[in-house]
Each structure stands twice: as structure tokens, then as C-alpha cells.
């Protein structure tokens, strides 16, 4: 069974930080993509960041460049985002993802896999 | 960066087809993924690469994709099909993924 499971959510004053884990079982590691979306309680999916199989490949939403760092590690089979100077417009659940990378095409795949998200609450 | 339009909301009545679009600039030449998103629950892919069902996913569950407009179809559609749904697609030209803002489908 596939599962993405995140942590590392939480209450956070404006101007903070704060660090997002997701830890993945039942997949391949190495052959996936793994990204983060963010949701604002009764509003839209936003992607926010991905990164590549190796971690040596990353790009992250114009709205939050500058402020974000995404990594993993492939030897925990986790991904984390780190993510500063967080503002109330941050206040979200946040979503891991992964998607099924082809190397032998450079075919990417979509989110074939989510975990149950984690809520971050940027509030004083 | 590249534009995904959805329209707010669809109404339809069990057992008919619902059709929620996409539209996107020349969105026919990329590969279109669809979500369905229940209240409180991580969204679930229920069509990818415009056309195909992931393993568990109804057959009522359908996809197109042509010129400017991507559209999920769903037949003979149930009481739980009730959701919102969402386009997505890869813009290789800005490196990042887009999603559309969501249909919310209500079923009569």
C-alpha cells in the first residue's frame, strides 16, 4: 500500500519558519518526482514546489521563490520543505504529492499518489 | 505562466453525463490530468493524459482534450460523484506544474 504521509505543520508567527516532512512507503522512491500543494480552507489547489528524482533539480511557484528550499533525501525515502519569513496568506493545508518519473522516456506522470496533508497556521 | 480556466460550478442530475471544461491556450498539445477532491479529503486522480483511468477508477469516468478546451466526462453520474474536480497540466516553459481553479460538481 501506497502511503505519503506529512508532518510538521503547525501554528507559526508571522515572519517564521517552519519545516514540512513527508515520508513514503509503497513506491520507488528513486522514480518519482515528489512535490508540494498548498490549499487555502474552501479555495483552489496551488503547486509550490517539486523536486527531481537525484534532488539535484528543483523549482518552486513564482508566489513563494526566494522563500522556500525543497529537498530529500532518498536514503529515508522522505522529502521536506523549508519554508521562511511565512505570512498569514500562507495559512493552508499542505499537500505532498508524487509523480512517476520515466527515464528512460523523460516522461512525467501525473499525481498518482497524495498524502492527507498537513495544516499550517500563520497567526500572532 | 501558462492559464488554467474552469467554470465555478456544474449542475447535473443522477444519471446524466456531466461535462466540466478546461480551457488553456492550445491546451490540446499538452497531456491533461483530472482530480476529484471530496469535502475534507485529499484530492484523488481520476483521469491522466487526457484520456486514461487510473486502476479503481469507474469507466464512467472519461477525458478529451482538443484545441483550447480539456474536458472530463462523467456518465450515468451518482450521488457520489459530488466533488470538486480539477484540471492540471506541465508547463515545461516555466518549469512548473498548473492547476486549474476548479469545478464543483453538484449532483441534483
Known amino acids: 500500500e501506497v502511503q505519503l504521509v506529512e508532518s510538521g505543520g503547525g501554528l507559526v508567527q508571522p515572519g517564521g519558519s517552519l519545516r514540512l516532512s513527508c515520508a513514503a512507503s509503497g513506491i520507488t522512491f528513486t522514480k518519482y518526482w515528489m512535490n508540494w500543494v498548498r490549499q487555502v480552507p474552501g479555495k483552489g489547489l496551488v503547486w509550490v514546489s517539486r523536486i527531481n528524482t537525484d534532488g539535484r533539480s528543483t523549482s518552486y511557484a513564482d508566489s513563494m521563490k526566494g522563500r522556500l528550499s525543497i529537498s530529500r533525501d532518498n536514503a529515508k525515502n522522505t522529502v521536506s520543505l523549508q519554508m521562511n519569513n511565512l505570512s498569514p496568506e500562507d495559512t493552508a493545508v499542505y499537500f505532498c504529492?508524487?509523480?512517476?518519473?520515466?527515464?528512460?522516456?523523460?516522461?512525467?506522470?501525473?499525481?498518482?499518489?497524495w498524502g492527507q496533508g498537513t495544516q499550517v497556521i500563520v497567526s500572532s | 505562466s501558462y492559464v488554467l480556466t474552469q467554470s465555478s460550478s456544474v449542475s447535473v442530475a443522477p444519471g446524466k453525463t456531466a461535462k466540466i471544461t478546461c480551457d488553456g491556450n492550445n491546451i490540446g498539445n499538452k497531456n491533461v490530468h483530472w482530480y476529484q477532491q471530496k469535502s475534507g479529503q485529499a484530492p484523488v486522480l481520476v483521469v491522466y493524459?487526457?484520456?486514461d483511468r487510473p486502476s479503481g477508477i469507474p469507466e464512467r469516468f472519461s477525458g478529451s482534450n482538443s484545441g483550447n478546451t480539456a474536458t472530463l466526462i462523467i456518465s450515468r453520474v451518482e450521488a457520489g460523484d459530488e466533488a470538486d474536480y480539477y484540471c492540471q497540466v506541465w508547463d515545461g516553459g516555466s518549469d512548473s506544474w498548473v492547476f486549474g481553479g476548479g469545478t464543483e460538481l453538484t449532483v441534483l
Open positions: 493524459n487526457d484520456r
Open positions: 504529492a508524487s509523480a512517476h518519473y520515466d527515464i528512460s522516456t523523460g516522461h512525467l506522470g501525473p499525481f498518482d499518489n
